[in-house]
């Protein structure tokens, strides 16, 4: 969901205790184990985005936001989603 700040400012409301990791999309809200986790990096690059076409395209993702060790190694262990982009120097 999204949280209103006032004055026309919105921001995702995230779930996970006091730190609030993970967005989920409206289409696995109510039954969050449904959702297919998708990581992102830094600052979130490109996140207002991805939330907006999983809303509207109805998409069951949860996206959380992490360091870069995290991003480059998480998805070596965990089933999840991620992108990537080139030219790439990893």
Known sequence: GVQDLGGGNLV???EGGPEG???FAP???EHPETCIP???VGDGWGLAVFVFQAAM???PLAWAVGSWPKYIMEPHVTDMLFYWWGPDTT
């Open 21 to 23: 990791y993970w967005w």
């Open 38 to 40: 998708v990581l992102d």
């Open 12 to 14: 995702g409301r995230c």
């Open 27 to 29: 289409a696995c809200r």
């Open 57 to 59: 395209l109805h998409m």
